[in-house]
């Protein structure tokens, strides 16, 4: 299935936007931090039933994963996977059997993604360790009931290859076999015209790392998209970008990637940059009703 994914990406990169006069484009839109908050989820569930929100991903240790969970279980036509939280977060092991994984000892992981990145690239962090813990916040899902059908990771540390290998070694010891490609098309970043430089730099440079991303999920046997959209516009996604994405969406299965929420006194208690922006996503996200031509599914309809 992964190979079939990859030859339609190849054709999607060259921006092939038709066959026979008709749009063959798949969306999945997929929101990320599914447990963060109540206003989170309300949101979630919400944009679900008005049918423009297919997918969401569930952290296993957040302050209102319970209710996620009840939720999730409450509505099977919502796709639902597991947000793994390997930076700025809880750990579902202890912190004693996270020695590099949660080094401070104060039962945290790192609380930014360059100093994981650093330590990654400089060899302080095991992958033994990253397995481990993956495996246990799946398990932890799995064990209440989430049915689940892929994952994908907070601040998608998975573009790592480091990151990569034994997050997938978890992944199928639960029996999951889907995992988001979180890199954003040449074509998707031109289409985003409120992101700032530095992100789009950063964007571009990391897709580097795309080809060897292909051939470790190829070869690990996991299937996954065309690539994702959103992940620049992060923090920017409003009405406007998102109609220009929507316009463009190629041949292919591409993943939206939002963070829709209420921006409510719960979560300015979170550290999190995303506030104001988690309703303007809602607002914008509307507009998918819009485009007919447009197949919404979730990951359940890429499983092997």
Known sequence: MSKTLSRRSKRSERGTGSRNGQRVSSLIVNADDFGLTSGVNRAILELHRRGVLTSATLMACAAATDEAVAIAKATPTLGVGCHVVLVDGKPALESVRLATLAPAGDGCLRPTLGKFVKDLFTGRIAA???????????????????????????KHTHM????????????????????????????????TPNAPMLRRAQVRMLRSLQARFRRIVAEEGFTTT????????TGSLDAQSLHSL?????????????????????????????????????????????????KLISFRELQP
């Open 128 to 154: 033994a360790e990253i397995e481990a813990e993956a495996q246990a916040q799946i398990a932890r899902l799995q064990t209440h009931g989430v049915e689940l059908t892929h994952i994908d990771t907070h």
């Open 160 to 191: 790592f290859p480091a990151v990569l290998r034994p997050l997938l070694r978890a992944a199928r010891a639960c029996g999951v076999r889907a995992v988001r490609n979180p890199f954003e098309p040449a074509w998707s970043v031109r289409a």
């Open 226 to 233: 065309s690539g994702a959209i959103g992940v620049l516009a």
């Open 246 to 294: 929507l316009q463009r969406v190629p041949d292919g299965v591409w993943e939206l990637v939002t963070h829709p929420g209420y921006n409510d006194a719960t979560l300015a208690g979170v550290r999190t940059r995303l506030r104001e922006s988690r309703e303007t996503e809602m607002r914008a996200l509307e507009q998918l009703r819009e485009h007919a031509e447009m």
